[in-house]
């Protein structure tokens, strides 16, 4: 059963940075391209980033380019999300999941119904 466990979130002021980490099991991690959503307060899903398998491919969605950079380590089943220069809009609950490609359509796998509990950003102005 795939188990992913978001960490790393919590409260930061305007402008700072915090790195988010998503552990895996259960998933052949190293053979699947992975992603970061996010849902804010009554708002829906957003895709927020991918990575391919060997991260030769990265996307970020606009509204957080320039400021989030994703990556993974594969030896650790872990895909990072580092988050800077933090807006009040960026408040939310983050979430990972294996995503199918190409990457930038920003779908998770068909199959994948495990998402974790997430964690949670808050950006205080």
């Known amino acids: 059963q795939v188990q992913l466990v978001e960490s790393g979130g919590g409260l930061v002021q305007a402008g700072g940075s915090l790195k988010l980490s998503c552990a895996a099991s259960g998933l052949h991690f190293s053979t699947n391209a992975m992603g970061w959503y996010r849902q804010g307060s009554g708002k829906e899903r957003e895709f927020v980033a991918g990575?391919?398998?060997?991260?030769?491919?990265?996307y970020v969605a606009d509204s957080v380019k320039g400021r989030f950079t994703i990556s993974r380590d594969n030896a650790k089943n872990t895909v990072f999300l580092q988050m800077n220069d933090l807006k009040r809009d960026d408040t939310a609950i983050y979430y990972c999941a294996p995503v199918e490609t190409p990457i930038s359509n920003g779908r998770p796998l068909r199959w994948f119904t495990s998402w974790g509990q997430g964690t949670q950003v808050t950006v205080s102005s």
């Open positions: 990575i391919s398998s060997r991260s030769h491919i990265r």
